[in-house]
């Protein structure tokens, strides 16, 4: 009798997971790390690992992020070349480069809400779950809607005290990783910051 | 045919008429509400004209809705509402809320390396493998680079991902929660796109749909949001309800007119019975002879129908005022010899009239000349046959008081100087009359409505355009290659969007061209080969996409036609119909109309289409056609008069509707209004309503010589008959229907003025002077 409750009990709290709402979700965070990801001017280094089928070695790009509130978020890739990307206002434009990839606006609205754990926003798009560790917390995403899974998989957001990764695993079997490095905050905005979001 | 007889005839045909009309006609009767369908598309043939009909449809099966609100919860939720109402209902086919997953077919992508968008073609044309290479390389290093469609080593250079990405349904849209947003001042918007089951304007599906979209606001109102929609369907609901209810006012207001003066004249309910029976009749049998010969009866047929009760009167009330006559001696039995020449003679002219406009090619002018001509002769009939043996001598009250209303309309002249300067007004009058045949006059939309309509296009950052191209070829390839002519001088126009089907299903030619341009960059050590080896890829990723390209199928526009993604484009494609193959390319955001018009010139089997001038133009063709049969008509009704009247009497006669009829025209051109099919057909019932007033008042002066009694009843009748007339066209000049506004504000005109004239133009009574 005694080994059935228990897988009782266990399936009741894997459905319990899988339900999780906004706010138990933010409960189940650590604090700080919305208190870092909802400041309004942040900014740090970011390494990107493409994993490509087919590719022995993964795609690797770094660089420099920063993200204003009122402006969007500024992607300054400056390896293996250099090009500012600029997320805001729904779009995704390229200095430097023609043509803006296709699916911009969702993708910088979503990176956006990645970047800014903007639980209420992914909520609408993904089931959200979270694991949480001892001091490290994982938050999973899958997509809610067709239009979406026909280009993501899964999304998965992992941290301590602040978000420190965020990987993206596509229908195809790629995926593409963002490590987050050395995040503060800041007071105010360079000029020259300032001027690439204008 | 002694009345006894003609009573039980009349008694007979009556009995048939309602037997048939309650069991064949009433359930069988359809009213064709769609004001736009009486405009024949000119100068194309019936397959092409099928094909025009059916992308109109098209068009007005598609009704797009935003729901806002000041959160996406909210909005979200109202969108749900509306959607679950929309898709209980029957009336809709077609509820997207939810946007399906674009991935491409498989047969589209073995067939990819045929697809190029026209901006990859020309930059390939350029030379520009190398660079496309380098940006494809850059983008797989950006934060987006996982957003993509199409992987790597299928389509290492996005090519066909942008391909598919080249027609967006809706450019400022993006995807959000699964569903379609539009953020503008803190609003959010989501969208919903509908296909209604039948055209808008089909009366079988109107109500249904009616009733769905008030529910369906209502229910998203209930949860906070607002609705504004896009489409043609709202405003034909709308178009149709105030007409319907304009004309149930109108033709209730005119009968109730009617009804009250019989009821003020006599204090008896019996005249006013008899008079709305021959009306009522009249009606009954106008509908089942337009039943009979057309089908179902056009919604315009039954505004002017509701006028003719005005005319059909007047039989009714000239029968009844013959009482006034000798009040104390009249016997019914008796009046049928004192009316009879009015009645014939105002029946053949107005009959006469009619039959002239049941000539004309225009189904619906037709259609009217049937139901007035059938109308009258059956009032007219009731009144001769059924009258006398129906009505009773009522006690007059009041008799001095409506002889006093009768003696206003004797004979009386006007000064030689007052004609001159009525002929100076109407001259100068006539002048400035403009004539304007919009397509807007059918039907004008509540302000409301097109604030919405505005506020969508704003919106959405595009404007749909009602004109756009038809196509037609021998075979589906190549009306393809016809196509792809047309969009390659659109393009270079810039003049405006398009949607083709061609942007889904390139011909074959363009297909093997595309492939001929970028054969080289699957070349061992080729664009590709190199764009592998720089990302790490093995030699084998290079070889397996060359074998692909090598054995790639063509694709064939039944590949894609069951594809969802390409429902869009697929709308497009008309299909095959007695060997010809058509489609059709569709505009938005028109920049240059002039420009494009003329981008048809030269291409064989492509024409431009423009509906809302050409229903301009059919409007136009229509009025002068109208006015060269009034005309005509004026002609055969000189020539009954002057056989009546003798020749300068018959003209004379004839003088006060013709006159009536240009101080009109003249009162209309001095105070800007204009000329139009509309104001045509009404001088037409002035013609028919003053016509009985010049008649009845000879008539009545002729009966009255020979009799000895003054011409009092004849007088009478025709006081009241304009009476009510002028009740009854008086509302239609304050409807907000333009068409129905442009009929009441000339018929008011007309018939006042073809009433003072009568009274002017009379010759002056004989024999002893009159009280």
């Not at chain 2, 009336?91 to 390396?113: H, N, Q, T, W, Y």
């Not at chain 2, 569903?179 to 919903?192: G, I, K, N, S, T």
Request: glycine share 8%; with cysteine.
């Amino acid at each position: 009798m005694k080994p059935s409750w228990v897988l009782l009990l266990l399936g009741f709290a894997a459905g319990a997971a899988a339900q999780q709402s906004v706010a138990d979700i933010e409960s189940l965070l650590p604090a700080e790390t919305f208190k870092m990801a909802r400041s309004p001017l942040l900014s740090g280094r970011f390494v990107q690992t493409k994993s490509l089928e087919g590719l022995a070695q993964p795609l690797r790009s770094s660089g420099q992020f920063t993200y204003a509130r009122d402006h969007g978020v500024l992607w300054q890739v400056q390896q293996p070349f250099a090009a500012d990307y600029v997320l805001a206002d729904g779009r995704l434009s390229v200095a430097g480069d023609g043509t803006p990839p296709a699916f911009g606006g969702e993708v910088a609205r979503l990176l956006t809400a990645l970047f800014t754990l903007d639980l209420e926003m992914l909520a609408r798009s993904f089931e959200l779950s979270v694991q949480r560790g001892k001091s490290d917390w994982s938050l999973r995403l899958t997509p809610r809607h067709r239009a979406l899974s026909a280009a993501l998989r899964e999304v998965r957001l992992e941290g301590r005290s602040h978000l420190q990764r965020v990987s993206l695993l596509d229908e195809d079997g790629n995926t593409t990783r963002i490590e987050l490095q050395r995040l503060r905050v800041l007071r105010t905005l360079p000029a020259e910051v300032l001027k690439k979001f204008q | 045919m002694s009345p006894r007889w003609g009573f039980k005839a009349w008694l007979a045909a009556t009995a048939l008429l309602l037997a048939f009309f309650a069991f064949r006609v009433a359930p069988n009767l359809k009213v064709d509400g769609d004001l736009l369908a009486l405009l024949p598309a000119s100068g194309l043939d019936a397959d092409a004209e099928r094909a025009h009909r059916q992308i109109g449809d098209a068009f007005a099966r598609r009704l797009l809705l935003l729901v806002g609100g000041e959160t996406f919860a909210v909005a979200h939720a109202g969108a749900q509402a509306l959607s679950e109402r929309l898709r209980a209902s029957p009336a809709f086919v077609d509820v997207r809320l939810e946007i399906e997953a674009s991935k491409p077919a498989a047969v589209e992508s073995r067939a990819r390396f045929g697809l190029l968008t026209p901006a990859d073609r020309t930059r390939l044309l350029a030379g520009g493998g190398d660079a496309l290479s380098l940006q494809a390389r850059r983008a797989l290093y950006s934060p987006a680079g996982f957003a993509g469609l199409t992987s790597v080593r299928e389509d290492p250079l996005g090519l066909f991902e942008r391909y598919l990405n080249d027609a967006p349904l809706l450019r400022d849209a993006a995807i959000e929660g699964g569903v379609l947003v539009l953020r503008r001042d803190q609003h959010v918007w989501v969208v919903v796109l509908t296909e209604i089951r039948g055209n808008p304007f089909d009366q079988a599906v109107q109500p249904e749909l009616a009733l769905a979209l008030d529910e369906a606001r209502a229910a998203a109102a209930l949860r906070g949001a607002r609705v504004i929609s896009s489409g043609v369907a709202p405003h034909a609901v709308a178009a149709s309800k105030r007409a319907r209810a304009e004309t149930v006012w109108l033709g209730g207001g005119d009968l109730l007119a009617c009804a009250l003066l019989l009821l003020l004249v006599f204090r008896s309910l019996r005249p006013m019975a008899l008079g709305l029976l021959s009306v009522g009749l009249g009606i009954v049998a106008a509908l089942c002879c337009v039943h009979a010969l057309f089908g179902p009866v056009h919604f315009l047929t039954l505004v002017f129908g509701t006028s003719l009760i005005g005319v059909a009167m007047d039989y009714a009330l000239h029968f009844l005022c013959d009482q006034f006559r000798d009040p104390q001696h009249w016997r019914p039995i008796d009046a049928p010899a004192h009316i009879r020449s009015s009645l014939l003679l105002g029946l053949g002219t107005a009959v006469l009239g009619y039959a002239t406009f049941a000539t004309t090619s225009l189904p619906v002018l037709r259609q009217i000349a049937v139901f007035a001509a059938c109308g009258l002769i059956v009032a007219a009939a009731t009144v001769w046959l059924a009258f006398p043996s129906l009505s009773r001598p009522a006690t007059l009250h009041g008799v001095a008081r409506w002889n006093a209303l009768a003696t206003l309309l004797r004979p009386r002249s006007a000064r030689a100087w007052i004609w001159l300067m009525l002929a100076a007004f109407a001259g100068g009058g006539l002048m400035q009359l403009q004539t304007a045949d919009d397509i807007r006059l059918l039907q004008s939309s509540p302000p409301q409505l097109l604030a919405e309509e505005q506020q969508v296009r704003s919106l959405l950052g595009t404007a749909v355009d009602s004109r756009y191209f038809l196509l037609e070829g021998d075979s589906a390839q190549q009306l393809l290659e016809r196509e792809e002519a047309l969009t390659a001088r659109i393009e270079a126009l810039q003049a405006a969007r398009y949607t083709a089907f061609s942007q889904a299903v390139p011909s074959l030619k363009r297909q093997a061209a595309n492939r001929q341009l970028t054969a080289a960059l699957y070349q061992p050590g080729g664009v590709i080969a190199r764009h592998f080896s720089v990302l790490g890829f093995g030699p084998e990723t290079a070889t397996r996409l060359r074998e692909d390209f090598a054995s790639a199928p063509w694709l064939l526009p039944e590949d894609v036609r069951a594809n969802p993604r390409l429902q869009h484009q697929a709308a497009q494609w008309l299909g095959e119909s007695n060997g010809r193959w058509r489609s059709t390319v569709t505009l938005a955001d028109v920049q240059d109309a002039e420009a494009l018009a003329r981008a048809a010139d030269g291409l064989p089997g492509v024409r431009w289409r423009d509906p809302v001038s050409e229903s301009s133009a059919a409007l136009a063709s229509q009025r002068r056609e109208a006015l060269r049969l009034l005309v005509v008509v004026y002609g055969l009704i000189a020539g009954v008069l002057i056989a009546r009247y003798g020749f300068s009497e018959g003209l004379r006669a004839l003088a006060a509707p013709l006159g009536a009829s240009l101080l009109t025209l003249a009162v209309l051109g001095w105070s800007g209004q204009t000329l139009n099919l509309f104001t045509v057909l009404a001088l037409l019932l002035v013609l028919g309503i003053g016509n009985d007033y010049v008649i009845f008042l000879r008539e009545g002066q002729r009966e009255s010589r020979s009799s000895g009694a003054p011409p009092i009843s004849s007088r009478l009748a025709v006081g009241l008959a304009a009476m009510t007339a002028l009740l009854a066209f008086g509302g239609l000049a304050f409807s907000a229907t333009p068409f129905l506004r442009s009929l009441g504000l000339t018929l008011v005109l007309g018939i006042a003025l073809t009433l003072t004239l009568a009274v002017f133009t009379a010759p002056k009574d004989a024999g002893p002077a009159l009280p």
